[in-house]
Structure formats: structure tokens, C-alpha cells
């Protein structure tokens, strides 16, 4: 089966929870709960990226096909969870079609994926998807009220794109969104220099800024798109926005979203920065339609 949503609205936890019960670890919760726990179990594999690499290899693949074809410890079958899914490099993807395709025995393999649209189509058709979608915000509201009691979560929330998961560490990372903020709309306004604010941004993760910026260039599509009625909430005033032409900020999206997609150290991030700032400052003037 495919677990798919976007990061933090519980995967991880719903493929511990159904390892749990069909080795019969915990049958006793009905649903996954938080926080869920390192399972560990003899029938029970993990297949992540090695702690050095970006990329799940063919060996870690054929390790697990050769796993499976051995009888199970405990007698209720084998479980493999492979996250994320879309990180198999494409020889180490087809060394798991047969596997797919048929399980041996009470195996089950579970993959997680936040962006299933990256993952082979020959892996895609193969597996039962499961799509579990962001919550509404009351929802994730009073889930994270239960949390932690009297916080207010909507920033926090907002920050993790409306992933209660996610929430629960950007809580930590309000203060630095407030100062991205600060500095988006002063390059916007003409009022702060790009390359100095790419020099401040190098010191942050890269897929954190990247994932920052397609959200607020986000929010800045939807009050470009409907300004009056619009409930999203943005730094970047409106008189700003009305300069840029609407579909050069659906590329400049687009573009943002290519670089979330790439492995780590493919691209330099401080020439990247420096040139997605700059064209932010320019108004997309410079940014072609395609």
C-alpha cells in the first residue's frame, strides 16, 4: 500500500499503527496515536536512505526481497515500511515491481510518500493508495489543543502549512518566520538587498526555506488572485502584488518547486538564493511565462 499527503499530517505514524496490528504487536489501539514510538520488531524492516546518501540504493532493495522470501520469526508475516518511497533510485524501484506485484506469503510493504507525482509510475499502479489529506484547521486546531494545552497553534499551524505534525515543530520556528517575512516584503518593496538576505537564508536549511517560499508565493497567488475575499493572511502588501503579472508568479512557483524536488547538493543554494531574491525584487519582470 501507498501512504500519501503531504509531510506531517501523520504517515509515519499510520504505517506503525497498521505494522503494529498486523504483527500483532498492539491490537488493541484503534487508530494511530501520537506520538507513535520507534516500533521494532523481528518482522519488521525500515528502508530509509543511508545516513550518508540522498537516494535508497538497489542493494538496500535486494536485502529486502531476499528478507522477505525467508520465513517469518513470529509466525504473522512480514511488514517493510519504505520512506520516503519516492527516494528509490529508478534500478533499485524496478528490483521491487516482482515483490509488488506479489508479496510472498502475509507480507505486507508499505510505502510513504509526500509527493506521490515523483514516484514511477510502475511502482504508482501497483500499490493500494491511501491519501491521507490535511485536516481542516478547527480539526487541527483542537487536535493540537490536546497537545499541549492553552497554546496558540494558528501561527505554528499556518508556518506547517496546515499539517498538525508538522505544527508541533514549527512552533520552535516562529521567530525565524517572522524575520523571513520581514525580509520577503522589505526585498519587495524595494527596501531590503537580496544578496544580503540570501547571505542571512544560507544559515537555514534549504528544503526549510524552499518550503517557506512556495507557501508565501502561494498565499501571494491566492490574494493576487481574489484580494477582497481572500482569507489567507500574507506579508507582502497588495499594492506590491498588483505590479506582478499573475502567471509569472505560477513560474516562479514552479521554479521554487523543481528545487524542493531536487536532492540535496545537485544545485549551489547561495547562488540559488541569490538569484530567486533578485528576480523577487525585480517583480518577476525579468521571469518568462511559459
Known amino acids: 500500500m501507498l501512504l500519501t499527503g503531504p509531510a506531517g499530517v501523520g504517515k509515519r505514524a ?3 499503527w497498521i ?13 494511530p496515536g501520537y506520538p507513535a514510538g520507534a516500533l521494532e520488531h523481528a518482522d519488521l524492516h525500515w528502508v530509509a536512505p543511508l545516513e550518508d546518501k540522498q537516494t535508497i540504493g538497489i542493494e538496500q532493495i535486494r536485502d529486502l526481497v531476499a528478507e522477505f522470501s525467508l520465513t517469518s520469526y ?30 510472498p506469503g502475509a507480507a505486507i510493504l508499505i510505502l510513504i510518500a509526500d509527493r506521490a507525482g515523483r514516484l514511477p509510475a510502475t511502482i504508482f499502479s501497483r500499490c493500494q493508495r491511501i491519501d491521507i489529506a490535511l485536516p481542516g484547521e478547527p480539526q487541527a486546531l483542537a487536535w493540537l489543543d490536546q497537545v499541549h494545552p492553552g497554546t496558540d497553534w494558528r501561527a505554528a499551524l499556518r508556518l506547517a502549512g496546515g499539517a498538525p505534525l508538522a505544527a508541533i515543530a514549527a512552533l520552535e520556528q516562529l521567530d525565524t518566520h517572522t524575520g523571513m517575512s520581514r525580509d520577503f516584503a522589505g526585498i519587495a518593496r524595494g527596501r531590503a538587498s537580496p544578496i544580503e538576505v540570501a547571505s542571512r537564508w544560507m544559515k537555514l536549511d534549504p528544503a526549510f526555506v524552499l518550503d517557506w517560499m512556495a507557501r508565501e508565493v502561494q498565499d501571494a ?6 484580494a477582497a475575499q481572500s482569507p489567507v493572511a500574507t506579508a507582502i502588501d497588495e499594492s506590491v502584488l498588483k505590479r506582478m503579472d499573475r502567471r509569472n508568479l505560477f513560474c516562479y512557483l514552479d521554479i521554487i518547486n523543481r528545487l524542493r524536488g531536487q536532492p540535496k547538493g545537485s544545485y549551489n543554494v547561495q547562488l540559488t538564493l541569490e538569484s530567486l531574491l533578485i528576480d523577487w525584487a525585480e517583480g518577476l519582470a525579468q521571469r518568462k511565462t511559459v
Open 14 to 16: 499510520a504505517a506503525s
Open 19 to 31: 505494522a503494529a496490528r498486523h504483527l500483532a504487536i498492539d491490537t488493541e489501539a484503534a487508530l
Open 74 to 103: 513470529e509466525g504473522h508475516g512480514k511488514v517493510a515500511i519504505i520512506e520516503p518511497a519516492n527516494a528509490m533510485t529508478h534500478n533499485a524501484a524496478n528490483s521491487l515491481l516482482k515483490t509488488l506485484e506479489e508479496p
Open 221 to 226: 497567488i491566492l490574494v493576487a488572485s481574489n
